[in-house]
């Protein structure tokens, strides 16, 4: 048996994609078949008796453990993808990187009024990537219940920043 927690399970490199950035690497998490099933139930142990509609995922790690996590729940799944990816008629939302700038996109039909939504993303840094998807969610007029991540970088203001918008924010690791 192993005591090895979910951040055990993650590599930072260093100077990636740029100079100055200490990258979360999952795939490490992601390769591994104890670490892959901890980090998915403890992504869902918070929400444990609550009913969800749909998981959205924010791309590109967002879909691998969105995917898992609405297996779990048995709700459908909703991409949330970088523009121009998505084959239908979607809406746009702009936003700010911890390096870069982008657009996120969700097609216009992915989601009813009134439906509830788990977002989730392997990590929450500025919280811009977050908001983008959150804000696609309200406009489509479907509810974001709970916004869960692995990794959380407090210093860069992700969390206050989703909390100031009334989220409940779940990360398993800074
Ligand atoms: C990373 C990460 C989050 C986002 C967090 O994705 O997977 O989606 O950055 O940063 P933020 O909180 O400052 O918005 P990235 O933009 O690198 O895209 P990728 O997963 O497609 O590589
Ligand atoms: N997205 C934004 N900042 C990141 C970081 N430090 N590591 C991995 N993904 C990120």
């Known amino acids: 048996m192993t005591n090895k927690s979910v951040r055990d399970y993650i590599r930072t490199i260093v100077d990636f ?9 999952v795939t490490t998490l992601f390769a591994d078949p104890r670490g892959f099933r ?3 139930d403890q992504l869902l142990a ?3 008796g609550m009913r969800f509609d749909k998981v959205a995922g924010l791309e590109a ?17 909703v991409p949330i993808r970088k523009k121009g990816k998505l084959p239908g008629a979607t809406i746009s939302q ?18 009813q009024p009134g439906e509830k939504v788990l977002l989730v ?17 309200e406009q489509l007029g479907a509810e974001v219940v709970g916004c869960a991540f692995v990794v959380d970088l ?4 992700g969390r206050k920043r989703l909390e100031g918008l009334g ?7 800074a």
Not at 61 to 77: E, N
Not at 94 to 111: I, M, N, P, T
Not at 154 to 157: A, F, N, S, W
Not at 167 to 173: G, K, P, R, T
């Open 154 to 157: 407090p210093d860069l203001g």
């Open 17 to 25: 994609p740029h100079e100055g950035i200490l990258f979360r690497d």
């Open 46 to 48: 918070p929400y444990a």
């Open 61 to 77: 790690r967002g879909f691998i453990l969105g995917g898992a996590v609405a297996h779990q729940l048995s709700t459908g799944f």
């Open 94 to 111: 702009s936003y700010k990187l911890e390096y870069g700038e982008a657009v996120v996109e969700v097609h216009d039909d992915a989601l």
């Open 38 to 40: 901890i980090a998915i």
């Open 121 to 137: 993303d392997d990590l929450l840094a500025t919280g811009g990537t977050a908001e983008a998807g959150i804000k696609l969610i």
């Open 167 to 173: 989220m409940e924010v779940h990360a398993l690791c």
